[in-house]
């Protein structure tokens, strides 16, 4: 559980911060969609879950990218 936290605090590659932006913008534009209050089609509802699911996980997985500085041995 330590090292999860200590690669959340380290820094992010700049691809990988481009990347998490992306899936923020991702994840808003399909909970805007399921939360809209007006009635949408069902394929657009499924559509827009996907999309909330997709922008998160991406979100996350390059939060916890890091750089590795180690010299190989």
Do not use: C, H, W
Not at 6 to 21: C, I, Q, Y
Not at 33 to 60: D, E, F, K, M
């Amino acid at each position: 559980m330590n090292k999860i936290v200590e690669r959340a605090s380290a820094p992010t590659p700049k691809f990988f911060k481009v990347l998490r932006t992306i899936g923020l913008v991702l994840a808003t534009v399909g909970t805007a969609v399921l939360t809209a209050p007006v009635s949408l089609p069902v394929i657009v509802t499924t559509v827009g879950g996907y999309v909330a699911v997709a922008g998160g996980v991406i979100s996350a997985v390059s939060q916890l990218t890091v750089e590795k500085n180690e010299q190989p041995d």
